[in-house]
């Protein structure tokens, strides 16, 4: 079984200041680890992946996730946050399903909120 | 142009009532999927097509019957609509297998309201 766990309900940080939303993950050999995010309204939007390789991955509007195998963890991260980057965070994991099927389990997401 | 679009965006409804949602992809994609994300904005996968081919199918009631036409596109019937069915559902793509593979795209949703 395959589990994501998203410790924080919401996070608050000023316009300017780096954030760190956090994932901690439970998978069966190698994880394929993926944020998304979710504006209100909207369908979820792809940000950035962890596949295979270097554990810091670089996604869209400039935000990166450090991959951490020993503490199974893949926090998504911003050096200074905007207040258009106010929105639902998820992370979530993947296995190689047998028989096939890319089956994708999320985090119960996490409300980032920049304030000026 | 729209990668994964849905229709209905909106969906009220009355208990007992038999209604469809459809799904569409031009990314060329094999493989679609359907989520439910309830109020609580909880996100569970329900049902994954590859190719026409029904591979993932999750604890889901019978009511929910989920049809793929071709490979572009999965729609979704649901019959007897109870209270408990309203939620956001949200149809999704991505390419099975392929250094390509991996990432889903969704779609913008349909929200469907029970009364």
């Known amino acids: 079984a395959q589990s994501v766990a998203q410790p924080e309900d919401q996070v608050n940080v000023a316009e300017g200041n780096p954030l760190t939303v956090k994932c901690t993950y439970s998978?069966?050999?190698?994880?394929?680890l993926f944020w998304y995010v979710q504006y209100p309204n909207r369908g979820l939007q792809f940000l950035l992946k962890?596949?295979?390789?270097?554990?810091l991955v670089k996604g869209s509007y400039g935000f990166e996730a450090e991959f951490n195998k020993s503490q199974t963890s893949f926090h998504l991260k911003k050096p200074s946050a905007l207040v258009s980057d106010s929105a639902l965070y998820f992370c979530?994991?993947?296995?190689?399903?047998?028989?096939?099927?890319?089956?994708?389990?999320f985090g119960t997401g996490t409300q980032l909120k920049v304030e000026l | 142009d729209t990668a994964v679009s849905q229709t209905p965006k909106y969906l009220v409804t009355q208990m007992g009532n038999d209604k469809s949602i459809k799904c569409e992809q031009n990314?060329?994609?094999?493989?679609m999927y359907w989520y439910k994300q309830d109020s609580k904005k909880f996100l569970k996968i329900m049902f994954s097509?590859?190719?026409?081919?029904?591979?993932i199918n999750e604890t889901v009631p019978n009511r929910f019957s989920p049809k793929s036409p071709d490979k572009a596109h999965l729609n979704l019937h649901i019959n007897s609509l109870e209270l408990g069915d309203s939620a956001v559902y949200f149809c999704?793509?991505?390419?099975?297998?392929?250094?390509?593979?991996?990432?889903?795209?969704f779609g913008p949703g349909t929200r469907l309201t029970v009364t």
């Open positions: 999704a793509s991505s390419q099975m297998g392929g250094p390509g593979s991996y990432e889903q795209y």
């Open positions: 998978v069966s050999g190698n994880p394929y």
């Open positions: 962890y596949i295979t390789g270097d554990n």
């Open positions: 979530a994991v993947r296995a190689l399903f047998t028989g096939g099927g890319n089956k994708l389990t």
């Open positions: 990314l060329g994609h094999d493989t």
């Open positions: 097509y590859n190719n026409k081919e029904l591979i």
